[in-house]
């Protein structure tokens, strides 16, 4: 079993940067792929990057290409999103989550374990 846990939201301005952190408990962390996914108020829930066990893949969203990047580091059990040029429209509750599914196509339903999230609201 694995649990996550985020950090690194708050309210920034627009263009600033933020960093996320999602630190996960377990021995077998780094058997896991992570995606980070947001929710804004009203609208479903997104993916935002996701990034294989091994590191060697990882996908964003076309709204944050160029400008999100997710990192891990099996060593800490901890995966990262760094966010630059950040913009009111990325308003949303940030949640990592970890699964066993890579494909072609990530889906919420790809991840088993999930963290609380983390507010990360943009000001214009």
């Known amino acids: 079993q694995v649990q996550l846990v985020e950090s690194g939201g708050g309210l920034v301005q627009a263009g600033d940067s933020l960093r996320l952190s999602c630190a996960a408990s377990g021995r077998t962390f780094s058997r896991y792929a992570i995606g980070w996914f947001r929710q804004a108020p009203g609208k479903e829930r997104e993916l935002v990057a996701g990034?294989?066990?091994?590191?060697?893949?990882?996908r964003s969203a076309d709204s944050v290409k160029g400008r999100f990047t997710i990192s891990r580091d099996n060593a800490k059990n901890t995966v990262y999103l760094q966010m630059n040029s950040l913009k009111p429209e990325d308003t949303a509750v940030y949640s990592c989550?970890?699964?066993?599914?890579?494909?072609?196509?990530?889906?919420?339903?790809?991840?088993?374990?999930w963290g609380q999230g983390t507010q990360v609201t943009v000001s214009s």
């Open positions: 990034i294989s066990w091994t590191d060697v893949d990882t």
């Open positions: 989550a970890a699964g066993t599914r890579w494909g072609l196509t990530i889906l919420p339903s790809d991840f088993t374990y």
